[in-house]
C-alpha cells in the first residue's frame, strides 16, 4: 500500500500536551483484503470524530481536495489492549455526502467520547468487517482473500479504486504504526529463519 501522512492541524495555535489535533491520512490499497491501521493518542477524554472522505470526496482537515471514487469504507475502532468499542459500514446521510455519480452515502462518519488512552482504528474495504476484537483479525484475512470482491466494487455493484483518505479529529497524536507483515507471510519467514538454523547445526507458525 502507498500511504502518505499530511501536515496535522492544530486547534487552538501552540503545541501542547493535551493540545487537540486534526490529523489527515490518505493512501492507497493493492489488494482488496487491504487493511489500514492507525494509532492515536488522548492526554486526556476527547470527543473524537473519525471519518472517511474518498468515496464521495470533500476537503479533508488538512485542507486538501480528496476526489470521489475511492471504495466503501468501513472502520473499526479497538482500546489499547485491542478490544473493539465499536465498528461501522456506512454513516447517515445527515453526515456523510452522497457520491454524485452513485448517489449513495457510504463514507464512514464516527464520533465516540473516549478516554485519555491509546487507541487503534482501521479501514477496510465492505464487507472486511472486523471478526472481533484485534486479535481475531477480519473476515477477509490472507492472500486467498485477495482479490475476495473482484476488485474494488461497492455495496451497490459499482466499480470503485484503492483510493482512500482518513481523518482523526479532536486527538493529542496519530501514526501510521510499522507494517505488519501478513500471517502468510511471517510462517514462511518462521520457516525460513528455521531452515537456516538447520544448515547452521549440520556445518558445525454492525456498529457494535
Known amino acids: 500500500m502507498k500511504l502518505k501522512k499530511l501536515v496535522a492541524l492544530a486547534l487552538f495555535g501552540f503545541a501542547s500536551l493535551a493540545q487537540a ?3 489527515s491520512f490518505t493512501g492507497n490499497f493493492t489488494y482488496d483484503n487491504d487493511v489500514q491501521r492507525f494509532n492515536f493518542t488522548l492526554t486526556e477524554a476527547s470527543t473524537v470524530t ?3 472522505l474518498s468515496y464521495a470526496g470533500g476537503v479533508n482537515a488538512a485542507g486538501e481536495t480528496i476526489l470521489r471514487g475511492g471504495f466503501d ?11 473493539r468499542i465499536g465498528q461501522q459500514d456506512d454513516a447517515d446521510c445527515s453526515l456523510v455526502p452522497a457520491d454524485e455519480v ?13 478516554a485519555a488512552g491509546n487507541y487503534t482504528v482501521t ?10 476484537d484485534l486479535a481475531d483479525g477480519f473476515d477477509f484475512d490472507g ?7 473482484d476488485g474494488f466494487v ?15 479529529l479532536n486527538v493529542t497524536s496519530a501514526e501510521i504504526p510499522d507494517e505488519v507483515p501478513e500471517p502468510a507471510s ?3 519467514l518462521a520457516a525460513g529463519m528455521a531452515g537456516m538454523g538447520l544448515t547452521r547445526r549440520r556445518k558445525a507458525r454492525p456498529q457494535a
Open 73 to 83: 469504507p468501513i472502520l473499526a475502532l479497538f482500546s489499547a489492549n485491542g478490544t
Open 102 to 114: 452513485t448517489g449513495e452515502c457510504y463514507d464512514v462518519n464516527f464520533t465516540r467520547e473516549l
Open 186 to 188: 511471517m510462517a514462511i
Open 123 to 132: 479501514i477496510q474495504q465492505f464487507d472486511n468487517f472486523s471478526s472481533g
Open 154 to 168: 461497492d455495496a451497490a455493484g459499482d466499480k470503485r479504486d484503492g483510493h482512500w483518505a482518513f481523518d482523526i
Open 50 to 52: 473519525l471519518r472517511s
Open 143 to 149: 492472500a486467498q482473500y485477495r482479490d475476495f470482491r
Open 21 to 23: 489535533d486534526n490529523i
